[in-house]
């Protein structure tokens, strides 16, 4: 019902930029809370960031002062600026949604590296 497709993932040096894309099939961005999680190898997944209907704003401790959510509604896009990149940062990037159920992306690999 809902279909979730990030892009911008690539390789970056530490200390780069990278600015991710989330494209949602549907208008669901303007009435729900839309997150960022991310998973590195062998580790399990987390919320990296989350941004509320209202525009609200909450950040993992890890990436607050680098990271920016952020949401064009009438384009049903979600971005993820990410600034002062580091190698513990490298990790697929999911875009997740709730709307009655949980939706998620395919993800898109993100590699810190000199």
């Known amino acids: 019902q809902v279909q979730l497709v990030e892009s911008g993932g690539g390789l970056v040096q530490p200390g780069g930029s990278l600015r991710l894309s989330c494209a949602a099939s549907?208008?669901?961005?303007?009435?729900?809370?839309m997150d960022w999680y991310r998973q590195a190898p062998g580790k399990e997944r987390e919320l990296v960031a989350r941004?509320?209907?209202?525009?609200?704003?909450n950040y993992v401790d890890s990436v607050k002062g680098r990271f920016t959510i952020s949401r064009d509604n009438a384009k049903n896009m979600v971005y993820l600026q990410m600034n002062s990149l580091k190698p513990e940062d490298t990790a697929v990037y999911y875009c997740?949604?709730?709307?009655?159920?949980?939706?998620w992306g395919k993800g898109t690999l993100v590699t810190v590296s000199s």
């Open positions: 941004i509320s209907w209202g525009g609200n704003t």
């Open positions: 997740h949604t709730k709307y009655g159920m949980d939706y």
């Open positions: 549907r208008r669901i961005i303007s009435i729900s809370a």
